[in-house]
């Protein structure tokens, strides 16, 4: 797959779902979507697009949201992207992935002379970092999740390809808060780069 300078991208947009894009209504990631992306660009979603827990209604939100937005979307599949490919076929959604475990998907590229990882999860395991922060600051589970982290181990698959590649960056969602802890991690959630797809080239 190629990566350019001019393509865009976002990640965690979790269009139907109000509570998950802090506060942004669908309304607004979708025109800030439209005025930012033409007909003619690509942008590469790192996951989350949308989520529904009933798989009719799923289906419904990905067509719907596939056929609002501008520009040739290419989805690498997060935690809550999980119709069949068929269904995001139908929204003109391409799902992208370089690498043969589904729960590792990602893409790679170079911008800027930078070699770039681009996947849903962060190759480091931010939410226990963070837990351990808030705990100290306080006293606050920053994610309510068990000991045994459920993404702990496409976490660890993906830090082990960015490492025997020796890659520079990660661009990354899932973790939608603003956090700063590695200059290497570059999260792309709506909120850290003002709620509408970014071109890598700005980024980097």
Same mark, same amino acid.
């Given at each position: 797959?190629?990566?350019?300078?001019?393509?865009?991208?976002?990640?965690?947009?979790?269009?139907?779902?109000?509570?998950?894009?802090?506060?942004?209504?669908?309304?607004?990631? %979708?025109?800030?979507?439209?005025?930012?992306?033409?007909?003619?660009?690509? %942008? $590469?979603?790192?996951?989350?697009?949308? $989520?529904?827990?009933?798989?009719?209604?799923?289906?419904?939100?990905? #067509?719907?949201?596939?056929? $609002?937005?501008?520009?040739?979307?290419?989805?690498?599949?997060?935690?809550?992207?999980?119709?069949?490919?068929? %269904?995001?076929?139908?929204?003109? !959604?391409?799902?992208?992935?370089?690498?043969?475990?589904?729960?590792?998907?990602? %893409?790679?590229?170079?911008?800027?002379?930078?070699?770039?990882?681009?996947?849903?999860?962060? !190759?480091?395991?931010?939410?226990?970092?963070?837990?351990?922060?808030?705990?100290?600051?306080?006293? *606050?589970?920053?994610?309510?999740?068990?000991?045994?982290?459920?993404?702990?181990?496409?976490?660890?698959?993906?830090?082990?390809?960015? #490492?025997?590649?020796?890659?520079?960056?990660?661009? *990354?969602?899932?973790? *939608?808060?603003? #956090?700063?802890?590695?200059?290497? $991690?570059?999260?792309?959630?709506?909120?850290?780069?003002?709620?509408?797809?970014?071109?890598?080239?700005?980024? !980097?």
């Amino acid at each position: 797959m190629i990566i350019t300078e001019d393509m865009f991208v976002i990640s965690d947009t979790h269009f139907g779902d109000l509570d998950s894009v802090e506060n942004a209504s669908d309304k607004y990631l %979708v025109d800030n979507w439209n005025k930012t992306v033409s007909e003619n660009d690509t %942008v $590469l979603h790192l996951g989350d697009f949308t $989520l529904d827990d009933n798989d009719k209604a799923l289906k419904e939100k990905i #067509i719907k949201y596939g056929n $609002l937005l501008s520009g040739r979307i290419l989805l690498i599949r997060g935690n809550h992207d999980t119709a069949p490919a068929g %269904v995001y076929e139908l929204a003109g !959604i391409e799902l992208v992935n370089e690498f043969k475990n589904p729960w590792c998907s990602a %893409v790679t590229g170079t911008v800027k002379n930078k070699k770039i990882l681009f996947s849903h999860y962060p !190759i480091i395991d931010l939410y226990s970092i963070l837990n351990t922060l808030t705990y100290f600051t306080n006293k *606050h589970d920053y994610n309510n999740y068990p000991d045994e982290n459920p993404f702990k181990f496409p976490i660890e698959q993906l830090e082990e390809i960015f #490492i025997k590649n020796k890659f520079d960056i990660n661009i *990354h969602g899932h973790i *939608h808060n603003k #956090i700063k802890l590695f200059d290497n $991690l570059i999260n792309v959630s709506p909120a850290n780069i003002g709620y509408s797809p970014v071109k890598l080239g700005d980024l !980097i």
